[in-house]
């Protein structure tokens, strides 16, 4: 047989998998059986060393990465080529979105993004008791978690504090569950104390939701809105995002002599490879693959023009003590000013860098910085900007120490505040640490509570219980947890010192 | 203006266990009390300059300069030999802080607290700088939400609480024992000026919490319980407790010949003080 045919086969005969979860990845094979989007040499060369990196999306991008249909359109006309009605009462509406996220593909081929759930069934709440709001909420949630398991589905919440909003809470926390996560959009001219506090509280007892700063997210986006969705991605509303590429920033500075030649040569042509192999993918997408034909555009679920480019970097930490190494100095990246400095500086270059290229099919010409959570299989490289696992100073130094960068990624900055369980008796303490996180400029607040099973392992929930059975070989319900599975092996992650997993951080099937 | 100075062993800007919310906690040196199941001993004793615990520093962060102790911290690779030969439990690794030093650190850290606590060693043995702290934060407009709470053993006299008690929001009151001699044996000192204290607190409205450290075999029995149920009936009113369990982590000398606490006898402490109704119990989160 041939190797082609051997990886099929192992694939189809992998008891682990379901046989949806089999069809994914003998999709990514069928994929990649095809040429990639012609690219010139210096960036074939790069992306093969891995100093750029294309997530593994596919050889052929035909759907976006990630996109966030505005649901209140299905919601308010119904769809004539799903044959839908518009939704009267709160069974309707919630059965509506239901079959909405059969046809939202992303990367995954799940929904990504489940829409500002409270403000979309609000309007159909008049008339029904707080009990059977619950109810109805709870089914929901648990259809969610058992059809489309996977956890990076993302659902938002706030920023005002409503009924939907607080029985979405209440039922989150009675649950438990991997899928969906969940956002609580904070502004504090909006938003009670008392709701930050509920959310809060739920963070003390299954590390979820995230907590994002709505200001700070709203500012940086237009009228029509924003998301989160996946790990930390905020992204249009309406649109989404048709890629995510980035730079491994270690490997930019192991190719550096020192300092000045990491900003005046290494960086800026690393950028500028990362920026041409956007562009190819995009192309792509928007000049061969069909999708914007699809009904999704038609019937202005989503607007072709509303996609970003995802632009990411990964591995600060790593970068900086390296630059930190070369020139001599001993301090460490996310404990000494002068190396947390370097880190600012590397992320205002990149931010100027990104502001300045224009790119074409892209949501208002220009790409959005991200900082990215990191692919399971990631070795000896840190997420994103974060401070390596293990090694985080007290959460308040934490905070203090990355704040300064979170200006600068607009599409999104992914860190975990790990909290040891003695604040479970406390939540108070993290209502406080959340809004101190805010007043520093943190644009998302993200924890996990040691000891609570339901944890975030790249920026996605898993169960620590889940990955104890799927290395037990019982396989997992759940896309993410063979995800988390390798990312705990591969990239010491569970050392972040205190459980569902996630499919789009796969490099595909064994990789 | 006085600026008064205190020796501070620690200062934490993240503390969930510390009260009320994330509070900031200053960790004073010195203690009036010598407990022999204390968690952090070396915060016991002042340094009387003696050097003996210059030879043990290999990376030399203690040096001796005009007679006294000089600490670098950018040397220190916190080995813990200096306070492990120490021979009255001091550590030479405190600093000086002044009330304006402290208060400029709180300022800095503001928005992500909930208030302080002042916390040992024993925090009212150093009450001219305590005062001071607490009456700058009432003070200061950017302050004056937080919360000033301290840890105590209630050793403090009556006058000492009087000058305090108009700018603390709170108190954490330990209670090693409730009879007389067991006390005795355990601090080295007399159970009554804590219990004088306690109510003075609870009078003021001041008692946030109080401690109950539970060793077994040594303050965990029935009647022992029975006690701590009475004298908190005493008191008048709900007061919430907290019910340490007594762990080898950080202990020193004989009281390692004490087992651990375990959860189940704790439970079973708290279940009797919530059948009593004497107010909220907390128990450990962790047992190490
Ligand atoms: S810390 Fe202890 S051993 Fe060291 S000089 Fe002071 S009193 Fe002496
Ligand atoms: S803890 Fe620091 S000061 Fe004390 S002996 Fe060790 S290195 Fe020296």
């Known amino acids: 047989m041939s190797d082609t045919q051997d990886r099929l086969r192992q694939i189809v005969s992998d008891p682990t998998l379901s046989p949806a979860q089999k069809r994914g990845y003998l999709a990514v094979e069928a994929e990649n059986m095809l040429p990639y989007p012609a690219l010139d040499a210096d960036v074939v060369e790069a992306l093969e060393a891995r100093l750029i990196c294309d997530m593994y999306e596919g050889h052929a991008p035909y759907r976006p990465r990630y996109v966030l249909p505005d649901y209140a359109v299905v919601l308010r006309d119904g769809s004539s080529w799903l044959e839908l009605e518009a939704p009267r009462d709160l069974d309707e509406a919630i059965s509506t979105l239901q079959i909405a996220y059969h046809h939202v593909p992303s990367i995954t081929g799940m929904p990504v993004f489940l829409g500002d759930l409270d403000a979309l069934l609000l309007p159909f709440c008049e008339g029904v008791t707080d009990d059977d709001l619950y109810k109805k909420i709870k089914l929901f949630w648990r259809y969610l978690d058992r059809v489309l398991p996977d956890a990076f589905m993302h659902a938002n919440i706030g920023p005002s504090d409503n009924r939907v909003a607080r029985a979405i809470l209440r039922v989150d926390a009675e649950l438990g569950q991997i899928a969906p996560n969940l956002t609580f959009k904070y502004d504090p001219e909006v938003s009670t104390p008392d709701i930050l506090r509920l959310a809060t509280a739920n963070i003390a007892k299954c590390s979820k939701p995230q907590i994002a700063n709505h200001p700070v997210h709203a500012a940086t986006f237009d009228d029509r809105g924003y998301g989160i969705v996946s790990c930390y991605n905020a992204l249009p509303l309406c649109g989404g995002s048709s890629t995510l590429t980035r730079i491994n920033l270690k490997k930019v500075a192991e190719s550096a002599e020192n300092e000045q030649d990491f900003f005046d040569r290494a960086l800026p042509c690393a950028i500028d490879l990362n920026f041409r192999l956007t562009q190819a993918r995009i192309d792509h997408l928007y000049e061969k693959s069909g999708f914007f034909q699809s009904f999704l555009a038609q019937e202005g679920w989503i607007n072709p023009d509303r996609f970003t480019a995802m632009y990411g970097i990964f591995a600060m930490a790593e970068a900086v003590n390296l630059l930190q190494d070369q020139a001599g100095r001993a301090g460490r990246y996310g404990f000494d000013d002068a190396a947390n400095a370097l880190g600012h500086r590397i992320s205002k270059h990149l931010a100027d860098a990104v502001a300045a290229r224009p790119m074409r099919h892209v949501w208002q010409g220009r790409a959005m910085l991200h900082s990215q959570a990191g692919l399971s299989n990631d070795v000896d490289a840190t997420p994103g900007v974060r401070i390596p696992y293990g090694t985080e100073p007290d959460p308040v130094s934490h905070v203090r120490a990355l704040a300064p960068h979170h200006a600068f990624y607009g599409s999104g900055i992914s860190e975990i505040l790990t909290i040891d369980e003695t604040v479970k008796q406390n939540p108070e303490a993290l209502f406080q640490l959340c809004k101190g996180a805010f007043a520093e400029g943190f644009r998302e607040f993200t924890a996990n509570v040691a000891s609570n099973d339901l944890v975030r392992v790249t920026g996605y929930m898993v169960r620590l219980s889940d990955i104890e059975k799927f290395r037990a070989c019982e396989g997992s319900r759940i896309n993410t947890t063979a995800l988390g599975a390798e990312a705990a092996e591969v990239t010491g992650i569970l050392d972040r010192k205190p459980r569902v997993v996630a499919h789009e951080q796969s490099a595909g099937y064994g990789q | ?288």
Not at chain 2, 64 to 77: H, I, S
């Open chain 2, 1 to 288: 203006m006085s600026n008064p100075q205190a020796t501070v062993n620690k200062l934490l800007t993240w503390s969930s266990v510390d009260g009320p919310g994330n509070r900031l906690v200053l960790f004073l040196q010195g203690c009036n009390f010598a407990c022999a199941a204390c968690h952090n001993p070396y915060t016991i004793g002042v340094c009387n300059d003696c050097g003996d615990c210059l030879p043990v520093c290999e990376p030399r962060a203690l040096t001796m300069q005009g007679g006294r102790v000089k600490f670098d911290a950018d040397l220190c690779t916190q080995c813990d030999k200096c306070t492990d030969i120490c021979p009255i439990s001091a550590s030479p690794m405190v600093r000086r802080m002044s009330v304006d030093q402290v208060i400029a650190t709180i300022r800095d850290h503001a928005h992500f607290l909930t208030g302080i606590t002042v916390s040992g060693g024993e925090a009212t043995m150093q009450l001219k700088f305590l005062t001071a702290l607490f009456a700058a934060m009432g003070e200061d407009p950017a302050l004056s939400n937080l919360t000033r709470f301290v840890d105590t053993n209630g050793h403090l006299g009556a006058k000492g609480w009087a000058r305090l008690m108009p700018v603390m929001d709170g108190a954490m009151l330990d209670i090693k024992a409730l009879d007389p001699a067991l006390h005795r044996d355990l601090t080295g000192q007399e159970l009554d000026k804590t219990l004088r204290a306690a109510r003075l607190l609870k009078d003021a409205g001041k008692l946030f919490e109080l401690r109950y450290l539970l060793v077994p075999g040594v303050t965990d029995k029935p009647d022992q319980i029975t006690t701590l149920i009475d004298f908190t009936r005493s008191l008048g009113g709900q007061t919430r407790i907290r019910l340490n369990a007594f762990q080898h982590h950080g202990v020193r000398g004989h009281a390692l010949d004490w087992p651990p606490m375990q959860r189940a006898g704790v439970e079973a402490v708290a279940d009797r003080l919530r059948a009593a109704d004497t107010g909220e119990v907390a128990t450990p989160a962790l047992y190490l």
